[in-house]
């Protein structure tokens, strides 16, 4: 125990980037210390990087909410390692730090480890689980747009809470791996499964990497158009290749150096390296395992200051050399961080319309390209990732006169490519907005037989979201303001839902919606909205019209059996509740649909105000459905739930019920 505390005091610096960082990564995870926004797992994941700029180079888009800092990490980790060594893996990764306080409470607890000795028939069969795994990964996030590390990465599945974009089964299995395989085999994850561990060991042979992309580009030059994912194939395939049977890469520029004149073959040193690098035993000079991430355990462990980190066989461990992989890690990590920070690629980078190939091979062009004009809107929140990218693109490609659109979801910003002769910018702007309102809070319908309607115009509000973030600082204002409703116009119409006792001025107006920031609890959220105008017409509407006007009712009849029921007594079973009104209890009306439709009798399922005025789920049937089944039915605690025909699935009910409803006949 006291070697083992001698070491991790001699290898500090390892020690506290390590630490340092799964702290880090615990605090802002958890919560501990609040953030502007949720905090993004993803934020700065590297093979998600990897994965992203595969799918750029495939595709020419970025899967999910990738963006360039993912990218430039996933870079910069790859310069590590074909310069220096698998530096993300000795020092940052969360996985890997967790296995090594695995194997260091198994130290305390004298648990013996179970032994794969490198270069054994078991060490060779099991390293190519992490190859098919990363031809997998990629595969599937190429070729698909979304992340499919997220399906099993136990990292993502803790740091979500197991609530993310998981499969439930997957990252159980990997979490399982990564923690009892650690405790009984050290390094059992990073050894043998982990997907970055391929890419890092593959890429230390990097000259073997470069000659195989050579071999691609030339081919393609000539004409010969190899599938990329064979070439990635072929990758993997030599990767593990290298691996197994020439371990040993010598173009990095540092290694762990060895001076043999002054080692005792103690072999501290072997049983000190995570991976049991028989460092013992190797010849003079460059340790240079496949294995090797230049962590500094096994310097630390010698006694007679035969290793030390380099590029030259002599010399001894200096404070320089024994926080250089530390310091280089840092470094590289923060250049990519900045480089992230610098520029975004897009995530989708789409045209047409304008050229194509004529018969005899020529390219026609449809409209002249000096001609066509970027349009680019900011701020628009709904734009977060590849697949509502993709239906954004969807919306501007029906507009006749667009003819592309990039998306940069890191800013929440598109850029739209169009000819200023067949459209305007402001006829985009209103083809692409989404009208909207927004409740505030509710009148009190005893209290108010009126409301008073203001109407105000702002600019910078083109997303659908952002009348919800005026409401929302409206609520905190202290006036009886009820709701708001946008319409499009330049600049945008937003008509003020309020009290007829409140007389708001221009200058209320003024400095609600040029708030610069939404602060929502412990989050914050930059806007940028800019008030242009307060109109002077007032006007007011019965309250009774105003509450079914901002209301958003859910209705789903089935044909057949409104046939099949014509001249039987049908009844509605109904469940009022003021929190109905709620946007999360119109999402889940489909499943509840979905559930009661599986049962003879039910006809129809709503979501509409009764004669109070009151939200109201409510459920038309008849004979053989009772409204005591119908009860039990809807407070069950899984609902089946059918996907398709082949796909029904038991799930946790989506609402919860308190109070049984009443029956009434259908009218």
Request: with cysteine; proline share 5%; aromatic share 12%.
């Amino acid at each position: 125990m006291a070697k083992k505390k001698y070491v991790i005091l001699k290898n500090w610096p390892k020690y506290l980037l390590q630490w340092g960082v799964l702290a880090a990564l615990i605090v802002v995870l958890t919560g501990i210390i609040p953030g502007k926004e949720p905090a993004d797992p993803e934020a700065y994941c590297p093979v998600g990087g990897l994965q992203a700029l595969t799918t750029y180079f495939v595709n020419g888009s970025l899967p999910c909410s990738m963006t360039t800092l993912q990218i430039m990490m996933g870079v910069a980790l790859a310069a590590a390692v074909i310069l220096f060594s698998k530096l993300f893996c000795g020092y940052l990764c969360p996985l890997g730090t967790v296995q090594d306080l695995l194997m260091k409470l198994r130290g305390l607890l004298n648990i013996k480890s179970i032994g794969i000795r490198n270069g054994s028939a078991a060490d060779k069969a099991l390293r190519i689980v992490k190859y098919v795994l990363l031809f997998w990964i990629f595969y599937m996030t190429a070729t698909t747009s979304e992340l499919f590390c997220k399906n099993l990465d136990p990292y993502y599945a803790v740091a979500t809470g197991f609530k993310g974009e998981i499969t439930l089964w997957m990252s159980i299995v990997s979490l399982t791996l990564v923690v009892l395989g650690a405790f009984f085999v050290d390094m059992f994850w990073c050894r043998y499964i982990c997907p970055l561990g391929a890419v890092s060991n593959s890429l230390k042979f990097w000259v073997c990497v470069a000659l195989l992309i050579g071999v691609y580009y030339v081919l393609g030059l000539v004409g010969i158009n190899i599938p990329w994912w064979l070439v990635f194939g072929v990758f993997c395939l030599a990767g593990y290749l290298l691996e197994i049977l020439y371990s040993k890469p010598k173009l990095q520029i540092l290694h762990i150096m060895k001076d043999g004149s002054r080692c005792i073959h103690c072999d501290r040193c072997t049983v000190q390296c995570p991976y049991h690098i028989d460092v013992n035993t190797w010849k003079e000079g460059k340790v240079n395992s496949v294995d090797c991430t230049l962590c500094g355990e096994c310097v630390a462990a010698c006694p007679t200051k035969a290793l030390h980190v380099g590029v030259c066989r002599s010399g001894r461990p200096t404070f320089l050399k024994k926080i250089l992989p530390a310091a280089l890690t840092a470094v590289l990590a923060a250049a990519g961080m900045w480089a992230g920070s610098r520029f975004e690629l897009p995530t989708i980078d789409m045209t047409w319309g304008i050229e194509r190939v004529a018969e005899n091979g020529e390219v026609e062009y449809l409209v002249d390209p000096e001609t066509l004009r970027t349009l680019t809107l900011e701020n628009l929140r709904s734009v977060k990732c590849y697949g509502s990218s993709m239906a954004f693109k969807a919306k501007v490609e029906k507009i006749k006169g667009v003819h592309g659109v990039k998306t940069f979801v890191g800013h929440h910003r598109v850029e739209i490519l169009y000819d200023p002769v067949a459209v305007s910018e402001e006829k985009i702007q209103a083809e692409i907005y989404t009208p909207s309102r927004f409740r505030v809070q509710t009148p009190d319908l005893q209290s108010v037989d009126s409301i008073k309607v203001m109407t105000i115009r702002t600019e910078n509000m083109y997303d659908k979201l952002d009348l919800n973030y005026l409401g929302l600082q409206m609520r905190t204002a202290g006036k009886k303001i009820y709701g708001l409703e946008s319409e499009f116009a330049c600049p945008l119409i937003v008509r003020v839902y309020m009290d007829p006792s409140e007389n708001p001025d221009k200058a209320w107006f003024k400095d609600i919606v040029q708030k610069e920031k939404l602060v929502l609890g412990t989050k914050e959220y930059d806007l940028a909205f800019r008030f242009e105008g307060l109109e002077d017409t007032v006007s007011y509407v019965p309250v009774e019209d105003y509450v079914r006007q901002m209301f958003s009712p859910f209705r789903v009849e089935f044909k057949s059996r409104i046939e099949e029921a014509d001249g039987k007594p049908q009844y509605i079973y109904e469940i009022a509740d003021r929190n109905y009104e709620k946007p999360i209890i119109k999402r889940n009306m489909p499943f509840l649909s979905n559930h009661l439709s599986r049962h003879d009798g039910v006809i129809g399922i709503y979501l509409d105000l009764d004669e109070n005025l009151e939200p109201a789920i409510m459920v038309r049937y008849t004979a053989p459905m009772t409204s005591d089944e119908l009860w039990r039915l809807m407070t069950m605690d899984t609902w089946t739930i059918t996907y398709s025909k082949d796909d029904v699935r038991e799930e946790p009910a989506k609402l919860a019920f308190r109070t049984p409803g009443v029956e009434k006949p259908y009218i």
